[in-house]
């Protein structure tokens, strides 16, 4: 997977390890502190240096026209010292100007500039600027705004590898530099517009060409999962000789799921699909029509306390390893729709989601149901492989909606009542939509009467560096080479693209 998509910045793009290190929460947790809750990546590099190679002090091209919403990590990766880490001059971000400018001003060549020469310029703008080199080794980020001034000078007798990741606020335009001509006044191309991928949040593709990110599981051979739309022809049909008939809906892998899939059931009074059983993969099971008793032994000892009753529009979560079943309770067969996903690592964190059962229908009456589009959220945590599992109920009023927008997240939508409009079709009750992240979606309510529908969003991925110590701040990301799963990654990485 090492191929890149029209620029050499897109790495992240095509490469599982690149995006997995662009999206690990030690790294975006600081970004988004900088730049807010929602966080685009543009640019992911590898950078090799050889023994005496220098890279002449400049500011980055693409995040030159953009005050304040762009931010850069350099994190190193192999034979990182002070004799060969990254220069910066602090605080240079503040001068509204780039090296390149002031070069062209007083007519130096890019070639010929020395870092004396950059310190002079920086302290006709700042009296205490300076140019500094950061003591840092492998493993070790620097974060700093997308206009700093900066350079590099590998003074060592080693080829010095880092990462540079290139961040913004989703509506910052990155174009593509012309690198016909890398002076100043800066050109930029209009097409292609460079790849970018949402990290944390949404945002709208007016401004940028998203793509999704790789899939988890991307060496496995499963099915690549792209946005899903089903209309369920509620009641299913049964099968009156098992009592329990399963219908495959989608099944797959996405950029926040090695695995997950969507299947809608029917189930007849008095029959289980399986014993109560437990498995490392998470559920979320809506009852659609009919009732069900969830037959849950880890509620209690006593057989009344583990039968809990389900009614339409009731739902829950079962989390990894919670022992579970179901039987038909109703006269009619029952008809339930279950997502069951799993993702790699699952977490140590003892703050994840418990077992819960939730009531998805909205009971408002009519008159109670503010205009436009108004969601209302259930729950939201972590869980034992995903960043954050939210679930939300949502009201349209006719003609209400949102535009086109691209989220970092997968979502799966149960429509209950009213009429959506989605990727250009309509889909009324009982309808289930899953926007895998990275692809533009929008709704809207085409129809006279409120629409009302449930939201699972599933927030991947905890990153394949397992938590670190230190916290985020100095070698916030530990010695990352010195961890053995990544290690053999960065290894990968740096071999491919050598
Ligand atoms: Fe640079
Ligand atoms: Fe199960
Ligand atoms: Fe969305």
């Known amino acids: 997977m090492g191929g890149s998509l029209d ?23 600081v970004v988004a502190e900088l730049l807010g809750d929602d966080v685009m990546l543009w640019g992911a590099t590898l950078l090799v ?29 192999k034979d990182v010292t002070a004799e060969s880490s990254l220069i910066v001059v602090p605080r240079s971000h503040r001068f509204g100007v780039t090296i390149q400018e002031e070069r062209s001003r007083k007519g130096i060549d890019r070639n010929t500039v020395g870092i004396e020469q950059v310190e002079g310029w920086a302290r006709d703008r700042d009296p205490d600027a300076r140019v500094v080199v950061p003591r840092m ?48 006044p800066f ?37 690549r999962l ?81 039968r809990i009753r389900l009614r339409p529009g009731q739902f829950v979560y079962y989390p990894a390893h919670f022992a579970h079943t179901l039987e038909g309770v109703s006269e ?15 977490s140590s964190a003892s703050e994840i989601l418990r077992y819960r059962l939730c009531d998805g229908l909205d009971r408002r009456v009519e008159s109670d149901i503010e205009e436009g589009f108004r969601p209302r ?4 945590g972590p869980t034992s492989c995903l960043r954050r599992l939210q679930a939300h109920v949502s009201t349209v009023t006719p003609g209400a909606g949102y535009d086109d927008h691209v989220d970092a997240h997968d979502v799966g939508l149960i429509v209950f009542a009213g009429r959506i409009e989605a990727k250009g079709a309509e889909y009324g009750p009982n309808s289930v939509l899953f926007f895998a992240a990275g692809e533009p979606h929008g709704l809207k309510n085409p129809g006279n009467e409120t629409a009302r529908y449930l939201v699972f969003e599933f927030h991947g991925h ?7 110590p230190g916290g985020p701040s100095g070698s916030f990301l530990g010695k990352a080479t010195d961890l053995r799963r990544w290690k053999a990654s960065l290894r990968r990485m740096i071999e491919r693209f050598r």
Request: glycine share 8%.
């Open 7 to 29: 620029w050499g910045k897109s790495r992240a793009t095509s490469s599982r390890s690149f995006y997995e290190l662009a999206a690990h929460p030690s790294i975006v947790d």
């Open 49 to 77: 240096r050889s023994p005496g190679q220098s890279h002449p002090c400049h500011s980055d091209i693409e995040s030159a026209p953009h005050d304040r919403s762009t931010v850069s990590v350099w994190v190193g990766i």
């Open 137 to 184: 080794s492998d493993g070790d980020a620097l974060f700093f705004d997308g206009q700093l001034w900066h350079g590099s000078n590998n003074r060592s007798e080693r080829h010095r590898h880092a990462v540079l990741l290139q961040y913004a606020t989703p509506g910052t335009e990155i174009r593509i530099p012309d690198f016909n001509s890398l002076d100043w």
């Open 187 to 223: 050109t930029y191309l209009d097409l292609p517009r460079p790849p970018c991928l949402m990290i944390r949040g949404s945002g709208s593709p007016l401004s940028n060409r998203f793509v999704p990110p790789p899939a988890a599981d991307e060496g496995g051979g499963r099915t």
């Open 226 to 306: 792209s946005s899903h739309s089903h209309r369920l022809g509620v009641p299913l049909a049964s099968d009156d000789r098992t009592g329990w008939r399963p219908y495959d809906l989608f099944k797959g892998t996405t950029a926040n799921h090695e695995f997950i899939s969507c299947h809608v059931s029917a189930l007849t009074r008095g029959t289980s699909p399986h014993p109560p059983h437990r498995h490392r993969e998470e559920e979320l099971l809506l009852l659609l029509e009919g009732e069900v008793d969830l037959i849950l032994p880890d509620l209690g000892e006593e057989e009344d306390e583990q």
């Open 332 to 346: 009619i067969p029952a008809n339930y729709l279950m997502f069951k996903w799993y993702s790699h690592p699952p």
């Open 377 to 380: 959220v259930l729950f939201a």
């Open 462 to 468: 905890k990153g394949a560096v397992p938590s670190l």
